[in-house]
């Protein structure tokens, strides 16, 4: 059996490069121009009082012998407004998980689906998943991806905290996101 040459190789490879090439203009072409958006919004998560938006589903056993409650995995519904009190006009909602992640310092997990559901974005999604130490005073994270204006989305949110209520536990949270789409 006779092997394949030097120069078959290279043209094959050729062919590939160049049906690749074209595979991408064509999209680019479907997709439209690529565009930047900037969003800004505040993120109300309520875990205690009345009409809480996040619950715990579950803890460790040793969730509570940490100050940070490294375990603890809430999932939250919570609602986004244009301004930071909750009277302000609804945008959408926040809907996912998030997870103490750290023994050592506050710091969560999230993974959360921003759904808007008024305005220009009505009916689209950004999807948002990273770290969160949540006693910065800046955190950036990762937006993955994004559904409906939003489709084929990648950027960064970052994230403020405007209030936090040590009592109850609920905060408010400034997000300016930045995502390139289509």
């Known amino acids: 059996m006779k092997g394949y040459s030097p120069v078959n190789i290279t043209m094959a490879a ?20 690529e565009k930047v958006s900037h969003l800004h919004f505040y993120f109300h998560d309520l875990v205690g009082g009345k009409n809480v938006t996040a619950v715990e589903v579950a803890s460790a056993p040793t969730t509570d012998s940490y100050f940070t ?35 050592h310092r506050v710091q969560l997990l999230m993974a959360t689906t921003f759904i808007f559901e ?17 006693f910065d005073e800046v955190r950036e994270m990762p937006i993955l ?3 409906g204006l939003f489709r084929l989305a990648r950027g960064y ?6 209030s936090f209520d040590l009592t109850s536990g609920n905060a408010v949270v400034q997000y300016d996101v930045t995502v390139l789409h289509y």
């Open 14 to 33: 050729v062919v590939l490069l160049v049906f690749l090439y074209l595979a991408v203009a064509e999209a680019k072409v479907k997709l439209g121009p």
């Open 69 to 103: 409650q490294f375990g603890l995995v809430r999932v939250m519904d919570d609602p986004l407004t244009e301004e930071p009190k909750a009277t302000s006009k609804l945008v959408g909602r926040a809907q996912g998980i998030y997870v103490s992640s750290c023994q």
């Open 118 to 134: 008024s305005g220009k974005y009505n009916g689209s999604t950004l999807a948002m998943v990273g770290k969160n130490a949540v």
């Open 145 to 147: 991806g994004g559904s």
């Open 157 to 162: 949110a970052l994230a403020r905290t405007h």
